[in-house]
């Protein structure tokens, strides 16, 4: 009989003989852990190669360029498109009935310089009524009663200095307008207005990043469009310091137009 057969109430079990691992010593831990060291080193390192050979890309704004910009005047309630140091265009528009100011819930338009920082609508079609900045599918006349929503084009500016720095989330815009024929005096929320068919045309001219300047005095004369101080647009450098990446900033779901 095997040295390792038991009996138990008269019933034989048997039961093998397992050798045990040998002890783990403290310095074989040391070891261990040692090698687990190295092995995450190797693995941050390669990683940290990857992120580098891979760069994350944010998106930004062109800086503003003097050889395309707009002035708006409020006392004239008129847009001026200057393309290198020349009038290429005057339009007429409407600022906000209640006043000038860039205050939280003040309806009013904002003065000083500002850019251009998003266009919207490229292939909307004339008359198209926006909602939250995209296309309800809907295209309405102009001066069709009873609506005023935002139409046709979208040119979304974004404040450079502090006197206008609430714009962008405020949802500041040069849009189209349906009450057309009110074009010439305040009557917008806060925003530009323009009748379709001019801020079509604007809207194709006016490059990402121009310089939009909104003043209280009136248009400029063509005489001085030549100096790039005039409306103090001396200074496109120090403005641009002033952007911030629109994807870090909290939008508004909709302006009051």
Known sequence: MSPFHRFYLGRRDSASVVPAHPRQFPRDKARFLSNRTRMFRSSALLVTLVWCAFPVHAVTIPAPTLSTRVIISVRDQKLMLVEN????????????????????NSLATPLGLLQVAQKIGDHAPFGAVFHNRRWTGEVLRPNTPGRDPVMTRIIWLR????????????????????????????????????????????????????????????????????????????APASASGLRKDSSQVKIASGPRT
């Open 85 to 104: 140091g020349a009038i290429a265009a005057t339009y007429p528009v409407s600022t906000s009935k209640y006043g000038l100011g860039d205050a939280w």
């Open 159 to 234: 404040g450079l200095e502090a006197s206008n720095a609430h714009a962008f989330k405020r949802c500041i815009y040069i849009h189209g307008t349906n009450e057309e024929k009110i074009i010439g005096r305040p009557a917008s929320f806060g925003c530009i207005r323009m009748r379709s068919s001019d801020v079509t045309t604007l809207y194709n001219q006016l490059p990402l990043g121009a310089p939009v300047e909104i003043v209280q005095d009136r248009l400029p004369k063509a005489s001085k469009m030549a100096d790039p101080e005039v409306y103090g647009f001396d």
